[in-house]
């Protein structure tokens, strides 16, 4: 999957009901073993403080960035960048700023 595959269409920016200015990140550490540890990430500026913050405490392990919703009460994720190792998802691309 790559850019190829990508579906890019205008978008009328009324259609958001709201916006989550200050968003929870969380970003999971993954070594060759394929252990993880969790970090919970609150009060970032933006998303590359999040990346940058990965790149310096990945310590050769591989970075993986969510960003936590609330959908009726129930928190979710939605992963921003690199993939899990255990092979049940979707890859996304290598992102330029975490280098592997």
């Given at each position: 999957?790559?850019?190829e ?9 009324r259609y958001?009901?709201e ?5 929870v ?5 993954w ?8 970090h ?20 050769g392990r591989?970075?993986v ?5 609330n ?14 190792p255990?092979?049940e ?8 700023m975490l280098?592997?």
């Amino acid at each position: 999957m790559g850019v190829e595959s990508m579906k890019i269409s205008p978008v009328d920016p009324r259609y958001v009901s709201e916006e989550d200015l200050t968003p929870v990140y969380r970003v999971d550490f993954w070594n060759e073993n394929c252990d993880s540890s969790e970090h919970r990430i609150e009060n970032a500026a933006c998303v590359e403080d999040v990346l940058a913050w990965a790149e310096a405490n990945r310590n050769g392990r591989q970075a993986v960035v969510w960003v936590e919703y609330n959908y009726g009460g129930v928190i979710g994720m939605c992963r921003l960048h690199g993939q899990e190792p255990t092979g049940e998802e979707t890859p996304l691309p290598p992102s330029p700023m975490l280098e592997p």
